[in-house]
């Protein structure tokens, strides 16, 4: 089957611009969490949704937002953009079963 | 805030050596799961043990878990140059009420051909 999804895979934009980041998970999870990576900071929780409603979110400035849609994929949104924010973003999807999450190949941002 | 802390951060070995990889955590969890990363890439999923669990199988991984001390490790055995990656632990904590993986600063492992 399919895996997760992300698009785009790269992208570069200006600070003080805002991005959306997409995805989509495997069909039949209806669990998506965000996670941002950089070298300074590693691997940090963003938000998980479940069914449309977020779950639990991460320690991040409002500037950070997502949402998920009924069919399960799901968006993630930073406005006003900092150089601080050049990381990649990785989503994960999760059925069920507790058998770990799958992830995506991710989005690299770079802010200049 | 990150919870695992992997140790060694970096590790080198021949082909065909075993890798242990250490991990130690802060809270109390439901699980731990290890995941691997080559190249800034994605993380792949490589195996989950419960807390109610101290051992367990994959192929050539083994893992274990002993809550009491708030550690795991991870052991591949008869390592190949393909396993040259980047390893993290990530734990779910018990507290939250979601599946929100904590993860570890992540161990950088080379195998040499």
Redesign the interface.
Known sequence: KAG?TQTPRYLIKTRGQQVTLSCSPISGHR?V?W?Q?TPGQ????LF?Y?SETQ??K??FPGRFSGRQFSNSRSEMNVSTLELGDSA?Y?C?S?GIQ?????????T?LTVV | SQQGEEDPQALSIQEGENATMNCSYKTSINNLQWYRQNSGRGLVHLILIRSNEREKHSGRLRVTLDTSKKSSSLLITASRAADTASYFCATVPSQGGSEKLVFGKGMKLTVNP
């Open positions: 997760v669990s969490s996670y990576q590693g691997l940090q929780f998980e479940f779950r639990n991460g320690n990649l990785l994960a999760s507790l058998g770990g999450y799958t992830f995506g190949s991710g690299r």
